[in-house]
């Protein structure tokens, strides 16, 4: 079992029968992710990979029964009405793999999420993924090996690189959250983190952060001030990063000197949470935390 998803997730994708959308749903249905259906207006009656295609999400219920995910690939231009129609269906976990989707239509669908209890994993995320059972997302599977240690990350390559060297030194993955890139996501640190506390596979939770914004540093005082946690450990990326230039995703930007690494590598020091200098020390600092349970 998964945080948030399982092997028994019945999943639908959006914008199925597009490039990435098509190329992705084989890589999901080798894994074992269960796909029960796939949504492109105009383009119901197809089918990709023997995946059954609709027009709305309300034909795809009616034909096929409750739908517990989405995950979405459409461009984004159109995005946030597929959010909101995801949503309006009642759908309870919504990846969203798009980029580029405007600030303001994602406080909007978040805003409108939250208030129905849903949760969305995104923008701008290689989604979630529980190794062994499922994976909703782009991440490659091969990295990722079963096991006890939560993973959230800002960063999609950088998750995938640490997920190896945590493979290398013996250690698994229970599910990893990819929080997203924008400014603005589905998911912060403080949420995810609660939601492996209450896992009882996790052991402890490696946390990737990256300059921009304050996520890390709201995570750090949160965390240190729990009677009970799990174990933290931590990478920032971006440490020589320039202030006031956009590092590859647009919520990593040093601005009139907030966000930056130092600040979130004090923060997390602060909150007795270690703070990995090189992605291969996460292990090391793994072992160090683990061996203290």
């Given amino acids: 079992m998964g945080v948030l998803v399982n092997k028994n997730t019945r999943v639908l ?89 405007p600030v303001h239509e994602e ?16 923008p701008n995320t290689p989604g979630i993924m529980v190794p062994g059972e499922t994976k909703i997302g782009i991440m490659p599977a091969h990295v990722f090996k079963p096991g006890n240690i939560g993973l959230i990350s800002r960063s999609g390559t950088l998750t995938y690189e640490i997920a190896r060297e945590i493979g290398k030194k013996g250690y698994g993955i229970s599910t990893v959250i990819g929080l997203g890139g924008d400014p603005v996501t589905g998911l912060n640190f403080i949420e995810a983190y ?18 921009g914004g304050d996520a890390e540093e709201r995570f750090a005082k949160y965390y240190a001030e729990l009677p009970v946690k799990k174990p933290v450990v931590a990478y920032i990326a971006g440490k020589t990063a320039p202030p006031g230039k956009r590092m590859g995703h647009a919520g990593a930007i040093i601005s009139m000197g907030m966000g930056d690494y130092r600040s979130k590598k004090q923060a997390l020091l602060k909150a007795n949470i270690p703070v990995a200098e090189k992605p291969s020390d996460i292990p090391i600092l793994l072992s160090s935390v683990l061996e203290k349970l």
């Avoid at 978040?110 to 949760?119: C, E, F, G, Q, S």
């Avoid at 609660?194 to 300059?211: N, Q, S």
């Fill in 107 to 122: 406080l909007e669908f978040v805003r409108y999420a939250k208030k129905k209890n849903i949760t969305i994993i995104g």
């Fill in 13 to 101: 994708v959006q914008g199925i029968t597009g490039r990435e959308g098509s190329f992705h749903t084989k890589l999901m249905l080798e894994y074992g992710t269960k796909i029960v259906a796939g949504v492109t207006p105009g383009k119901g009656g197809m089918n990709v990979y023997g995946v059954p295609v609709y027009d709305t999400i309300y034909e795809a219920v009616e034909n096929i029964g409750e739908i517990d995910a989405s995950i979405i690939f459409v461009p984004a231009k159109f995005a946030s009405d597929a959010v909101f129609e995801a949503i309006d269906a009642d759908i309870k976990t919504i990846v969203v793999i798009t980029e580029g989707i």
């Fill in 194 to 211: 609660d939601l492996f506390a209450k896992d009882p596979i996790t052991k402890a939770v490696v946390l990737i952060g990256e300059i």
